[in-house]
């Protein structure tokens, strides 16, 4: 049983970063799903002792809890609370993430591809619906037939105004994968070229500026 619900936990995990591209319904089941299969672990493994082990999974929870006690403070408390209380399953996917996926060498490096396919898939998506602009009706298509809603704006594969946002985010978790798994160096410096350029082109023509000031400093930090 306990086997079962890890796999199912880590399989929720793992495609979490195509998931996210679906809309913000799967997402959310799936990080709540994650929530219950984790507590579910925790329990069953009697592993509740061991939380002090873990410091910053103690300031989340402290975070949460004065969450709810600045609600006391809110105009509307009733909103305030269930606002508070549901953020608590955000919590949950580092705390997942950090005791049962980054202990183990093989689940990073799976977690980390799959990260960087999804980052290629949203930079060639939304690079396919730039490319089909219509200067009467603005940018066309991408590959799921998708328009944007917005004149002039790109949505690649999301409902919403968001490319930009994705890629600068996840881009440098994808970069690992050149990392990791290129040994040839000149490849390897080839490969983080192209990988770079993509993102910060679609980071660019996105439109999103807090998404490109974003990227620009995780390239400085780099």
């Given at each position: 049983m306990i086997k079962i619900i890890e796999k199912l936990s880590y399989l929720l995990i793992l495609i979490l970063p195509f998931s996210l591209i679906a809309g913000s319904a799967i997402p959310d089941i799936s990080i709540t799903l994650v929530g219950l299969f984790f507590l579910s672990l925790f329990f069953l493994k009697k592993s509740v002792l061991d939380i002090h082990t873990h410091q910053w999974i103690l300031i989340s929870i402290f975070f949460w809890l004065f969450l709810l006690f600045i609600s006391i403070f809110s105009e509307n408390k009733y909103l305030a609370y269930i606002d508070s209380i549901i953020f608590i399953r955000i919590l949950f996917i580092p705390i997942f993430i950090y005791i049962w996926i980054l202990n183990d060498e093989n689940r990073i490096k799976q977690l980390i591809l799959v990260i960087f396919l999804a980052v290629v898939f949203v930079c060639l998506d939304t690079i396919y619906q730039f490319i089909n602009y219509d200067p009467?009706?603005?940018?066309?298509?991408?590959l799921f037939g998708n328009i944007p809603e917005f004149y002039g704006r790109l949505t690649g594969p999301f409902t919403e105004l968001v490319p930009g946002a994705y890629v600068s985010k996840f881009s440098l978790i994808g970069l690992v994968f050149i990392l990791l798994y290129f040994r040839n160096t000149t490849l390897q410096r080839?490969?983080?070229i192209i990988y770079l350029t993509l993102v910060g082109v679609?980071?660019?023509i996105s439109g999103e500026r807090m998404s490109l000031a974003t990227f620009l400093l995780g390239l400085c930090l780099l």
């Open positions: 009467a009706n603005g940018f066309g298509r991408d080839i490969s983080i679609v980071t660019y």
